[in-house]
């Protein structure tokens, strides 16, 4: 499978290639201005072709030309070395160069602003069927818990016993697991599409989100699968020998290695975590496979994983924090209006509470999930734009693509793997 960059850049070599200074064009020194260290045009470019992107402002586009008589530099006018400051394009929601981290997080919630209907349509959509087969689940299996208590109270209950509390609680695990990651797929999928849309400042509609990010669904699904697969069969493996040594009879020094192993398999799972989290959106856009989608993401995150980490860490804070912020409050509320039982329920005194009390969270958790699910996936989308500016010049790209002046015009033989420009 062809791993080669969907959105590769003029006269660039993928991300890590040896001999380029880790893949990036510009330079190891291109910092967060998107100069760097050197003013030299880009490699395979001619010294006489149009300035463009990064190295010179846009046609017509620059500072004007410091008035005669007066000025810095010297006594009598303006010194002769003065030069116009950088002039950076923002054809859509963030500018078209190395961006920080509150850009980033900008750019997430500027494309809520920019295109809400659709982007707050997805969501909603994805949030309501989703907390709808949660609700339903919940009320239907886990409202009435009378065999689990029945196997609280067995000192020494029999595996048919336990597999018939159980089955009633693993049915519904399984229903609501399924279509929560259903609804994470599309929603990844579509609000990446709306944001690769923004980043040029084009206009979307859900049909047309849904339009792009179709043909990929089953790939995603199969990507979005594979991951917590791998990081599930590293725990196991990892926590295996501890779990054997404990039921052959040595009990202390299985459950130290039963920690040890557990502490290791979690360590590689964040490293896995990180290092494959800008696979979802490589998938999407550049339309790979799965498994090339998950070596583009670790090319991407080599040598910036502490940074990356970083991000989606704080990321995931302020995710919880606005989950928190909706969710308790609407939790008080159902509370109040599911009265003695839904307390007594929530505490596990009783065997069930009502539909109102479900009903009442699941409202909660549907406004909750509409404003966290855009944010979550334009923080990945942008991310990954990021480091492909950084290491590849897609900013370059980007600007072609918004029929920027300056930036030329993209034609064939450009590096795209698949003929067509960014956000189409």
Known sequence: MNDSPGWASPGSAPSGDPGRDGGNPAGPDRDETGSGSSSEPPVNWSKEQPPGGRWAAPAGSGPTPPPEGGGPGTPGGWSTGWAPPPVVAKPGIIPLRPLGIGEILDGAVSTMRAHWRTVLG???????????????????????????????????????????????????????????????????????????????????????????????????????????????????????????????????????????????????????????????????????????????????????????????????????????????????????????SATDWMAGETAETGWLFLIVLGIGAVISSTITFPISAGVTALLYMDQRIRREALDLELGRAAGLPGYGTPGPGDGRTDGTTPGS
């Open 122 to 340: 997805i969501s909603l959509a994805v949030a309501v069927i989703t907390q709808a087969v949660s609700t339903v689940t919940t009320g239907l299996w886990f409202n009435d818990q009378t065999g689990l208590a029945a196997l609280e109270n067995d000192p020494d209950p029999t595996p048919d016993e336990i597999l018939d509390a159980l089955s009633g609680a693993l049915t519904g695990s399984a229903a609501t697991g399924f279509v929560s990651m259903l609804g994470t797929i599309i929603a990844t999928a579509m609000l990446t599409m709306v944001v690769s849309r923004a980043v040029l400042g084009r206009p979307v509609t859900t049909g047309d989100a849904w339009h792009s990010a179709r043909p990929q669904l089953l790939r995603l699904f199969g990507l979005l699968f594979l991951i917590p697969l791998i990081i599930l069969t590293i725990t196991a493996v990892a926590v295996a020998p501890g779990l054997i040594l404990t039921a052959a009879g040595s009990t202390g020094a299985g459950a130290a290695l039963t920690l040890a192993g557990g502490l290791a398999a979690l360590v590689l799972a964040v490293w896995l975590w990180i290092r494959f989290s800008l696979a979802a959106p490589a998938l999407m856009l550049e339309r790979q496979g799965v498994i090339a989608s998950l070596r583009r993401s670790a090319k991407l995150v080599r040598g910036a994983w502490w940074r990356v980490f970083g991000i989606q860490l704080l990321t995931l804070v302020l995710l919880v924090f606005v989950a928190a912020v909706i969710e308790i409050p609407t939790s008080l509320i159902a509370v109040v209006v599911g009265g003695e």
